[in-house]
């Protein structure tokens, strides 16, 4: 009975390079995490996007650290294109967080592609939280390099090590 089970399960993958992760990402992972039976945070490099500020070892912990009272989230490290590891994990449904209209252009068309390559697996939009839709990891990064007071973007852990990232490089 218990395999039965397991291949009714709702599985979703939140794809995303998490560098570092913020509120706005957990606001989004809550919401999905109550929509579906297990979601996996797969954490990318992303060839687009510059250098990551944090290794994978050191994003995989912030997101754990983060995530300690989400039971059905769990994080993996993933590579190469995100509906082939969708399909690799049996998730239906990748979730994709739209802050802005500008999001919806860019997500739009990669949401057709992921149709086009495995149409399977759906893309779901979920917006976060109104206080959270002018904030993501660039900005973040931005005001902890200047010293600024992050606190009120990121889980505690996440603040310490940026701190502790950005007092180094200046010393």
């Not at 490099?45 to 250098?51: D, I, Y």
């Not at 990551?52 to 995530?67: D, P, Q, V």
């Amino acid at each position: 009975m218990k395999k039965a089970r397991e291949d009714t399960l709702k599985i979703a993958i939140y794809p995303g390079s998490f560098d570092p992760i913020t509120y706005g990402h957990l606001d989004v992972l809550e919401r999905a995490a109550t929509l579906f039976d297990r979601v996996i945070v797969a954490m990318a490099a992303n060839s687009g996007k510059e250098p990551s500020l944090f290794t994978l070892k050191e994003r995989h912990e912030m997101i754990l650290e983060a995530i300690s009272n989400l039971h059905n989230v769990e994080v993996m490290d993933a590579m190469g294109l995100m509906v082939d590891f969708a399909k690799e994990h049996d998730a239906i449904a990748l979730i994709r967080g739209l802050r802005a209209i500008s999001d919806f252009e860019y997500e739009f068309q990669m949401a057709l592609m992921n149709r086009k390559l495995h149409p399977r697996v759906i893309t779901v939009f979920l917006m976060p939280h109104d206080s959270y839709t002018y904030l993501n990891s660039t900005i973040v990064r931005e005001v902890a390099s200047f010293g600024g007071d992050i606190s009120q973007f990121v889980p505690p852990g996440v603040a310490v090590r940026l701190t502790e990232k950005f007092s180094k490089s200046k010393g």
